[in-house]
């Protein structure tokens, strides 16, 4: 239950370079830049529901069970179908353009994400 509850964007670095080359408008690249984005997790066990308010006030919300194949979106509204699983306690899957893993260290969301060599590594305090 280590990921449930509401978290928000604490630091963020390769923001800029993630968006560009996974193909975010310029415009929403510039709102979200210091934007502090929420993130709300509800966890029973395996199966979660993970929601993201983005700067455009577009939510996202994604429901999985560890180990079984579900229906995802992304921000941009592409459905895709993936299976999150969880490595060492991080909770991994591949998006179409990019690779994401998500874990608490020290008390606080870490969010990764993978596309090539070009990383976005967000830390979100509960909140």
């Known amino acids: 239950m280590a990921f449930a509850g509401k978290w928000e964007t604490e630091s963020q670095e390769g923001y800029e370079a993630f968006c560009?080359?996974?193909?975010?408008?310029d415009d929403i690249i510039e709102?979200?830049?210091?934007?502090?984005l929420i993130t709300e997790v509800v966890q029973n066990g395996d199966e979660f529901t993970w929601t993201q308010v983005y700067p455009t006030d577009k939510r996202v919300s994604n429901k999985f069970v560890i180990g079984k194949e579900c229906d995802m979106e992304t921000i941009g509204g592409k459905k895709f179908k993936a299976t999150v699983t969880?490595?060492?306690?991080?909770?991994?899957?591949s998006f179409p353009k990019y690779h994401h893993t998500s874990e608490i260290v020290g008390g606080k969301l870490v969010e990764t994400s993978t596309t090539g060599s070009v990383v976005l590594k967000r830390t979100s305090k509960k909140i």
């Open 31 to 36: 709102k979200g830049r210091d934007y502090k």
């Open 86 to 93: 969880m490595e060492e306690g991080k909770l991994c899957t």
């Open 20 to 25: 560009k080359i996974i193909g975010i408008p």
